[in-house]
């Protein structure tokens, strides 16, 4: 079984920055490829992005481009969200995900395990 708990949510303002935390226990973390969604209240949960096992390849949702990076420690058995220049927009719960499968996806459907989440607030 996988264990994930995200940490660094909070409130902050528009143009500042954020580091999520993901620790993950239970199974070998370098086996997974892990991905980052949102979910604001009223909508559907929306990927964010996401990073290969070795982290060599990593993919966002085109509204993060260029402000959010996402990276892993696979020794700290932890993926990372940094979001810079936030938005109002940006506000909504962030889930923590793993797939075990050996492909990048968007597809909230394809990852197996979840985070209870981090909520992000962002004010203008």
């Known amino acids: 079984q996988v264990q994930l708990v995200e940490s660094g949510g909070g409130m902050v303002q528009a143009g500042d920055s954020l580091t999520l935390s993901c620790a993950q226990s239970?199974?070998?973390?370098?086996?997974?490829?892990m991905g980052w969604f949102r979910q604001a209240p009223g909508k559907e949960r929306e990927f964010v992005a996401t990073?290969?096992?070795?982290?060599?390849?990593?993919h966002y949702r085109d509204s993060v481009k260029g402000r959010f990076t996402i990276s892993r420690d696979n020794a700290k058995n932890t993926v990372y969200l940094l979001m810079n220049s936030l938005k109002p927009e940006d506000t909504a719960v962030y889930y923590c995900?793993?797939?075990?499968?050996?492909?990048?996806?968007?597809?909230?459907?394809?990852?197996?395990?979840w985070g209870q989440g981090t909520q992000v607030t962002v004010s203008s």
């Open positions: 239970g199974r070998t973390f370098s086996s997974y490829y």
């Open positions: 990073i290969s096992r070795s982290g060599g390849d990593t």
């Open positions: 995900a793993a797939r075990s499968r050996s492909w990048i996806s968007t597809d909230k459907a394809d990852y197996d395990y």
